[in-house]
């Protein structure tokens, strides 16, 4: 071997041998956060949040970019095809890493390959709610009122595959119900029927629903989330209501490129967990209905693995079709 090919040898072995070397002093530019949704809303305020007291702990920028389309599926894809060095991450929600797959017959990513988990952000709650002129004043009154009735009730959802439709669709699959979807475009666009009585309840997103119910327009039943809601602590959940195991909720978690080396997996993993345990932060995500997170990249891919067949069989039993 030539001496200029044994010295180029010996590099690449020492490169191969210490990522942390490869990788030199990370981070050396500003990182950025892809965000599959529009500015303002809860994945785009938690990333907001989130990159700025990143940037303070890393010592570079981190800007917060907005790729809207497809129900976060852009972003998510740009996301997967960026370069792997840790300048590029994704606020990658559960819809398009837990629903998707079932719903699209091809996606430009895929959940369980294309990412690299740093930790998840946050878990927020839908609600299920009904008129005030219900005659369903409890949880076990509405089931029984469905069962009388059955195909007659009707269920308003914010779209296909969202949190939403895919709570009630739970939720007639756990307590065996005949009720029919009515399709939106969003939670705000269907609070108007639903506040008229034109269809018997919802999931509605608890940022959008609960004063609502506080201001005695609606009527709360249970939260979709495992635990209790941090903004409604009083209302049960539906696991507590007799439907052990129900949990129907939008999730976000902070995701790198797949192949992103394991030295700055863990180090954003451990500068995020440390953001999302301050009061602050905690507080201003609270207040949009979101309940802070901050788990390992172990927690988060144990989560993904789980939840995507778990999804599959409500999703393909209903036949849920993307754009549907």
Not at 149 to 157: D, I, N, R, V
Not at 208 to 228: C, E, I, M, Q
Request: aromatic share 6%.
């Amino acid at each position: 071997m030539k001496p200029i090919r044994r010295v180029a040898a010996a590099i690449a072995m020492l490169l191969a041998a210490c990522p942390a070397f490869a990788q030199g002093t990370y981070p050396e530019k500003s990182v950025r956060i892809l965000v599959g949704f529009t500015p303002g809303v809860a994945p785009d305020v938690a990333a907001r949040l989130l990159a700025e007291k990143l940037g303070e702990a890393l010592g570079k920028p981190v800007v917060v970019e907005n790729v809207t389309g497809a129900g976060g599926n852009i972003g998510a894809a740009r996301v997967a095809q960026a370069a792997p060095d840790g300048y590029t991450l994704g606020m990658v929600g559960n819809g398009s890493l837990i629903f998707s797959p079932s719903m699209y017959d091809k996606l430009d990513f895929d959940p369980v390959k294309s990412f690299a988990p740093i930790s998840q952000i946050f878990v927020a709650a839908n609600l299920l709610v009904v008129p005030p002129d219900s005659p369903a004043k409890t949880l076990p009154e509405l089931v029984a009122l469905a069962r009388s009735q059955p195909g007659k009730l009707t269920y308003a959802h914010a779209g296909a595959g969202t949190s939403q439709h895919l709570a009630a669709e739970l939720f007639k699959s756990m307590a065996k119900l005949d009720i029919q979807p009515i399709a939106y475009r969003g939670t705000t666009v269907l609070l108007p029927d639903l506040l008229a009585g034109r269809v018997s309840m919802s999931f509605g997103n608890i940022v959008n629903v609960l004063p609502l119910v506080r201001d005695g327009k609606l009527r709360a039943f249970a939260v979709t989330s495992a635990r209790r809601a941090g903004l409604a602590p009083e209302l049960p959940t539906m696991a507590e209501s007799g439907y052990p195991g129900f949990e129907a909720v939008p999730w976000f978690g902070l995701m790198a490129p797949a192949g992103t080396p394991a030295a700055i997996v863990e180090r954003l993993h451990r500068e995020t967990a440390k953001i999302m345990a301050l009061a602050e932060v905690r507080k201003k995500l609270s207040d949009i209905g979101a309940d802070a997170i901050g788990g390992t990249p172990a927690d988060l891919t144990a989560v993904i693995q789980r939840e995507i067949p778990q999804w599959a069989t409500v999703i393909k039993g209903a036949g849920i079709k993307a754009g549907e």
